[in-house]
C-alpha cells in the first residue's frame, strides 16, 4: 500500500491505491484549508484551488493534473496562480489527487508573491 507523509505534521499514512489526497489528509487530521478556506471551498470539485500542495517527493506517484485542475491553478484562481510560479512541478490540488505510490506531502502551499521566479 502506497504512503503518504504530510512533512509539517510529521505524519505518515497507508492508504489504498487510488485514495484522494484531500480525503486522506482529511482522515489523517491534516488540515488542507487555511484561514476562511476551512469553511468555504467547492467540496472537492478542483474549482477552489484552496486544497493545494505541494508534492515534494513522487510526483510521479500521483495522477496526472486533468483539464479542471489546469485550469484553476493557471487561469482561473489568481490565488492559486501565485502558488503555482516556481512551483509547476509540484504544485497540485489535493481533492484532485489519487495516490498510486509513495509520497511526500506539504500542505497549505503559500502564494508566491516575492519568490525569485516571480519578478527574476
Ligand atoms: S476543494 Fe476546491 S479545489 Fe480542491
Excluded at 482529511?26 to 508534492?55: D, F, M, N, T, W
Excluded at 501565485?82 to 512551483?87: C, L, N, V
Aim: with cysteine; aromatic share 8%; hydrophobic share 30%.
Amino acid at each position: 500500500m502506497p504512503k503518504v507523509t504530510f512533512k509539517k505534521e510529521k505524519k505518515t499514512v497507508e492508504v489504498p491505491e487510488g485514495a484522494n489526497l484531500r480525503k486522506v489528509a482529511q482522515s489523517a487530521g491534516v488540515e488542507v484549508y487555511k484561514g476562511l478556506h476551512k469553511y468555504l471551498h467547492c467540496p472537492g470539485l478542483g474549482l477552489c484551488g484552496s486544497c493545494r500542495v505541494y508534492i515534494k517527493k513522487g510526483q510521479e506517484n500521483v495522477t496526472k493534473p486533468g483539464m479542471i485542475e489546469k485550469f484553476t491553478t493557471t487561469i482561473a484562481n489568481p490565488e492559486a496562480q501565485f502558488a503555482y510560479i516556481g512551483h509547476e512541478e509540484e504544485l497540485r490540488l489535493s481533492c484532485q489527487c489519487r495516490v498510486t505510490g509513495d509520497i511526500e506531502v506539504e500542505t497549505a502551499a503559500p502564494c508566491n508573491w516575492h519568490g525569485e521566479k516571480f519578478w527574476g
